[in-house]
T-cell receptor, first 113, second 112 residues
Framework: GAGVSQTPSNKVTEKGKYVELRCDPI?????LYWYRQSLGQGPEFLIY????????DSGLPNDRFFAVRPEGSVSTLKIQRTERGDSAVYLC???????????FGAGTRLSVL | SQELEQSPQSLIVQEGKNLTINCTSS?????LYWYKQKYGEGLIFLMM?????EEKSHEKITAKLDEKKQQSSLHITASQPSHAGIYLC????????????FGKGTKLTVNP
C-alpha cells in the first residue's frame, strides 16, 4: 500500500481481555515503530523493530505488552489482561531504515471498558 | 531524558493571519521533526531540521532551528482553514536510540 495501514481503526474491549493491533508498514521499510498517544499528549515511544528483531523495547510499560514482527514486514502489538489505563490511540510508524523519517499510520483507538 | 515544550498549547487565529509555534528542548537537538495531526488521523510529516540555523519552507509553512539547536519555530503565513490541526514537534534519534520524543502539541484553529 501507499502508506502505513493499521487495523482495526477502533477497538472496544472489556477489562481483562486480550487484544491484538496490527500494523502494515510502507513496502520496503525495514524499520517499524509503535507509539501510544493519550488524550492531550504527544505520542510516547513503545518499541522499535529493525527487520524482525526488536532493537529497542524500552518504552513498553510492563510485561502485559508484547510486539512481534516475524517476517520483517507486518507487526502485531499484543496487550494481555487489558486495563482501563491502556485506553489510548496506538500509532505505528515505519521508516526506510532506522533513523530515517518516520511515516505514521492513522492509529488504532483502543477503549477498555 | 529529553523533554520538548511547545507553546502556545492552543491558538485561534482569523484566516489570513500569520502565526508562530515554538518548540523548546531540554537538551541539544540532533534532529527536529515537525508533524501535523488531524482528529482521527495519523501524524503527517511536515519538515525535518538538523543543522543549527537551518530553515526550511513548504508552501506557506516555514520552520527554523536556532543556532544553539535547542529551539525550533514553525511559522505559517496567511493561514487558511486547511492549516487547522495539532502541530507536534519531535526530537530525532540520538545516542543509538531511534525513537522520537514528542512535545504535547499545539492545537491550531483557523476561523474563516
Amino acid at each position: 500500500g501507499a502508506g502505513v495501514s493499521q487495523t482495526p481503526s477502533n477497538k472496544v474491549t472489556e477489562k481483562g481481555k486480550y487484544v491484538e493491533l496490527r500494523c502494515d508498514p510502507i513496502s520496503g521499510h525495514t524499520a517499524l515503530y509503535w507509539y501510544r498517544q493519550s488524550l492531550g499528549q504527544g505520542p510516547e515511544f513503545l518499541i522499535y523493530f529493525q527487520g524482525t528483531g526488536a532493537a529497542d523495547d524500552s518504552g513498553l510499560p510492563n510485561d502485559r505488552f508484547f510486539a512481534v514482527r516475524p517476517e520483517g514486514s507486518v507487526s502485531t502489538l499484543k496487550i494481555q489482561r487489558t486495563e482501563r489505563g491502556d485506553s489510548a490511540v496506538y500509532l505505528c510508524a515505519s521508516s526506510l531504515m532506522g533513523g530515517d523519517i518516520q511515516y505514521f499510520g492513522a492509529g488504532t483507538r483502543l477503549s477498555v471498558l | 531524558s529529553q523533554e520538548l515544550e511547545q507553546s502556545p498549547q492552543s491558538l485561534i487565529v482569523q484566516e489570513g493571519k500569520n502565526l508562530t509555534i515554538n518548540c523548546t528542548s531540554s537538551k541539544t537537538l540532533y534532529g527536529l521533526y515537525w508533524y501535523k495531526q488531524k482528529y482521527g488521523e495519523g501524524l503527517i510529516f511536515l519538515m525535518m531540521l538538523q543543522k543549527g540555523g537551518e530553515e526550511k519552507s513548504h508552501e506557506k509553512i516555514t520552520a527554523k532551528l536556532d543556532e544553539k539547536k535547542q529551539q525550533s519555530s514553525l511559522h505559517i503565513t496567511a493561514s487558511q482553514p486547511s492549516h487547522a490541526g495539532i502541530y507536534l514537534c519531535g526530537a530525532g534519534p540520538q545516542g543509538g536510540s531511534e525513537k522520537l520524543v514528542f512535545g504535547k502539541g499545539t492545537k491550531l484553529t483557523v476561523n474563516p
